[in-house]
């Protein structure tokens, strides 16, 4: 045997040494996280966190945010305990070595029991009243005007359970300012009505083309413009999700939903003001859509693109989204105004966009749509048109959520609203 070849066995010979008793995790991948959001439905319900790519004598730690939201085993099993939102912080201990890796979501979502009775619509009476524009919009508690810089709900939630929003979500945070968006005012030319059209984009903190975002859609109500969801800081509710870890980052595009020559705002209450809305379907996907995808690095398909709005805007977000489920994936209705079901009403007679039959979602988008509604409940709460939406998806066995916060026909809201749309979309 010569030199050389002793050489190299005395090489692999330290190389199996060396080797030995050292997992092949350690020279490959590193250990993750398979899913990074959970969702539990129920008081009980369990759900094991999943680590791929373990190494052999490791020991894996998952420390919760908030305690008392949810009981963590020693390997993982997270089993939920009241309705909340919180993190859990994943952690490797290796060879005296601590490393992170990763983070998990955990949203507890209880379902409230089924207590309608009557599932046919209310009358036509029950509907809210027309949208009048909320110049400076209050919250209560406005005497805490600091967000936590908690994930989880502050001590004193506003909302139903499952519905909860932090003291302070719409709020300007400092040690959050790094996440709030920038907002462009822009016009671009519509063929639907023959004239440039304004719009405002909230594009998302660092925003680089070299990333490609999902873009969600805000709708006004009647007497607005775009610039009317301004006053609900959707630029706020959305950065402190997004600082929270409790939302995506997104693009919001807020255009005029009034899709005629005299786009003006105005509290109108006719039947060609109200045809200007149901319009705005033809200049959202012949012109504004097109628009933004090629101005703006955006990420397409059905489950990147949302739609949301309040009071006129909410009946045209349903409009849009149960005529275009090919398009949106994520619809959100805020106080639904006047016009989606047959209505009499100021003086005016409208058949209504969709009738119980047809207001509904195809077989093939109905499981897979994520659809929420909301009202307050000084404006009629079950009994107003929002109510009455959730009445007849309930009969047509369309999965959607709803909920009654406390408020009117308000900002408040309709930004309380948002906040709980924000948290749901996106997170596939």
């Excluded at 601590?98 to 009775?117: A, E, M, S, W, Y």
């Excluded at 301004?230 to 980052?249: F, H, I, W």
């Excluded at 397409?300 to 909410?314: D, K, V």
Aim: some cysteine; aromatic content about 8%.
């Amino acid at each position: 045997m010569n030199k050389n070849t002793l050489q190299a066995i005395s090489l692999l010979m330290a190389g199996a040494v060396f080797l030995q008793g050292v997992p092949l995790t350690a020279a490959g991948a590193k250990a993750k996280i398979k899913e990074k959001k959970i969702i539990l439905a129920h008081k009980g319900a369990t759900k094991k966190i999943i680590i791929r790519n373990k190494k052999k004598g490791a020991k894996y730690t998952f420390t919760p945010s908030k305690k008392k939201i949810v009981k963590i085993s020693k390997t993982g099993v997270v089993k939920a305990l009241k309705p909340g939102l919180l993190k859990i912080t994943v952690k490797e201990k290796y060879r005296k070595k601590t490393r992170k890796v990763g983070t998990v979501k955990v949203q507890c979502v209880f379902k409230k029991k089924n207590t309608i009775t009557n599932p046919s619509p209310a009358p036509a009476a029950t509907n809210p009243q027309a949208d009048t524009p909320t110049a400076t919009p209050s919250m209560t508690p406005e005497a805490t005007p600091t967000l936590s810089p908690s994930p989880s709900p502050s001590p004193t939630p506003i909302g139903p359970a499952g519905y909860e929003v932090p003291v302070g979500y719409d709020k300007a945070n400092e040690s959050n300012s790094a996440f709030y968006g920038t907002k462009e005012s822009k016009t671009y030319y519509s063929t639907t009505t023959g004239k440039d059209r304004k719009v405002n984009i909230i594009v998302p903190a660092g925003y680089t083309t070299d990333k490609k975002y999902p873009v969600l859609y805000l709708l006004h109500g009647i007497g607005g413009d775009e610039n009317e969801w301004m006053s609900g800081r959707p630029q706020y509710v959305v950065g402190n999700l997004v600082a929270s870890g409790l939302a995506k980052e997104m693009i919001l595009v807020i255009p005029n939903c009034r899709a005629r020559e005299n786009d003006a705002a105005t509290n109108e209450y006719t039947l060609d003001h109200y045809a200007a809305f149901d319009n705005f379907i033809n200049d959202l996907r012949d012109n504004l859509m097109p628009y933004i995808k090629e101005n703006y690095s955006i990420a397409e398909g059905r489950e990147n693109t949302a739609i949301a709005g309040y009071s006129m805007g909410a009946r045209e977000s349903l409009n849009i989204g149960l005529h275009m489920p090919e398009t949106f994936g994520y619809i959100g209705a805020f106080s639904p105004g006047y016009g989606v079901f047959a209505y009499e009403a100021n003086g005016v007679k409208e058949d209504g966009l969709f009738t119980e039959e047809t207001f509904r979602l195809p077989d093939d988008y109905k499981d897979n749509t994520l659809l929420l509604i909301n009202n307050g409940s000084s404006e009629g709460g079950e009994n107003a048109l929002g109510g009455t939406c959730h009445k007849v998806l309930t009969k047509n066995n369309i999965p959607h959520m709803f909920y009654v916060t406390a408020g009117g026909h308000e900002m408040k809201v309709w930004k309380h609203g948002l906040y709980n749309f924000a948290t749901r979309i996106f997170q596939s």
